[in-house]
């Protein structure tokens, strides 16, 4: 069973970076070929697909977040990680990792709980 956790401060200042690790386990994030993504809901709003790191270490990302977004591994610890530039208010939501393929949040098998960052001042 694979088991993602998401970790990382709850709340960030705007203009800063915010950043946010998903601890996967039960499966090793460089294995097959997945989408290991990062996945946002803003209060009131759908879920967003932000980008991913593939099984592979390549990376995409959406085009409206691509130029503030940045997603890395740490293949020794099982991990990767999301980095947000520049956060206002508006990027204030659940954040949640998850395994799968695409962009769908239904193509994905594997999900973490969620954590909810707030950027406020």
């Known amino acids: 069973q694979v088991q993602l956790q998401e970790s990382g401060p709850g709340l960030v200042k705007p203009s800063q970076t915010l950043s946010l690790t998903c601890t996967v386990s039960?499966?090793?994030?460089?294995?097959?070929?997945?989408?290991w993504s990062w996945f946002r809901q803003p209060p009131g709003k759908g879920l967003e697909w932000m980008g991913a790191?593939?099984?592979?270490?390549?990376?995409t990302y959406t085009p409206s977040l691509k130029s503030r977004t940045s997603i890395s591994r740490d293949t020794s610890k099982n991990q990767f990680t999301l980095q947000l530039s520049s956060v206002t208010p508006e990027d204030t939501a659940v954040y949640y990792c998850?395994?799968?393929?695409?962009?769908?949040?239904?193509?994905?098998?594997?999900r973490g709980q969620g954590t909810q960052v707030t950027v406020s001042s």
């Open positions: 998850a395994r799968g393929l695409g962009s769908n949040w239904d193509d994905y098998d594997y």
């Open positions: 039960g499966g090793s994030i460089t294995t097959n070929y997945y989408y």
């Open positions: 790191i593939t099984s592979r270490g390549s990376t």
